[in-house]
């Protein structure tokens, strides 16, 4: 375990949640989207905590990847993954069938707690099952920065310019912003970035579907 993590995860539930864990048999192989990019790879190491921030987590790709990182480069660090484990207005769709339900309740927290499990990675993440607005300000009322924001939460317009105004001032100085799904196809993510960087004066730098914000 990381000092990182012991500190991370005791400011945030005074003890180690994932004690006793007993993670779901099925193993459906971290489904995900883009959760395996390059830039996961890049942006280490930036001081001595590494402590990262991984918005909208579904079950498990991107944190994986990042904890993944951490880990076999030996660095002190920590993930913290928020997410509603709710599912976005894009799952909600019978045809496809991307998460079980319990009484209609999605288990996403299940299967991304079990996936980080057989990853061998719970050492290196911290879950934070919340909207990302509550969970920012909790983060911010804890005092928690991050040199490595990564939103993928939702995807509409309003929502995504929120994330990026609420995380934003938890980016350390010469931290990154990084988020997903920079593409026509989500025109909601394009419109909020763009307005984003013009608002900030800042370089949009694209790594497709990733733009990426240095502070
Ligand atoms: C596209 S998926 C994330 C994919 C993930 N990064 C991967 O690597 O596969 C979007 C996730 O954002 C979550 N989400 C949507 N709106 C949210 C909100 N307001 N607050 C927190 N999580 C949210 C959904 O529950 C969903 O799990």
């Given at each position: 375990m990381t000092a990182a993590f012991d500190r991370v995860m005791h400011q945030l539930y005074g003890e180690n949640i994932w004690d006793n864990f007993i993670p779901?048999?099925?193993?459906?192989?971290?489904?995900?989207?883009?959760?395996?990019?390059?830039?996961?790879?890049?942006?280490?190491?930036?001081?001595?905590?590494?402590?990262?921030?991984?918005?909208?987590?579904?079950?498990g790709q991107s944190t994986i990847s990042l904890a993944q990182n951490l880990k076999d480069r030996g660095l002190n660090g920590v993930v913290i993954a928020v997410d509603t484990f709710l599912g976005s207005p894009e799952h909600w769709n019978r045809e496809h069938n991307f998460f079980q339900r319990i009484h209609g309740m999605p288990d996403l927290y299940r299967t991304f707690m079990s996936n980080v499990f057989r990853a061998g990675l719970t050492d290196?993440?911290?879950?934070?099952?919340?909207?990302?607005?509550?969970?920012?300000?909790?983060?911010?009322?804890?005092?928690?920065?991050?040199?490595?924001?990564?939103i993928d939460a939702a995807h509409e317009y309003r929502e995504v310019l929120n994330d990026m105004n609420d995380y934003w001032p938890i980016v350390e100085q010469d931290g990154f912003l990084i988020g997903d799904d920079y593409d026509p196809s989500w025109p909601g993510v394009v419109k909020a970035?763009?307005?984003?960087?013009?608002r900030h004066r800042l370089p949009l730098v694209l790594e497709h579907p990733k733009y990426i914000f240095q502070k």
């Open positions: 779901s048999p099925g193993d459906d192989g971290v489904q995900g989207w883009n959760g395996l990019h390059d830039v996961f790879k890049k942006v280490f190491s930036y001081d001595a905590e590494n402590i990262i921030i991984d918005v909208g987590v579904w079950k290196y993440i911290v879950p934070l099952a919340q909207t990302s607005t509550t969970a920012a300000a909790v983060l911010k009322s804890r005092g928690i920065r991050a040199g490595i924001v990564h970035a763009d307005e984003f960087a013009l």
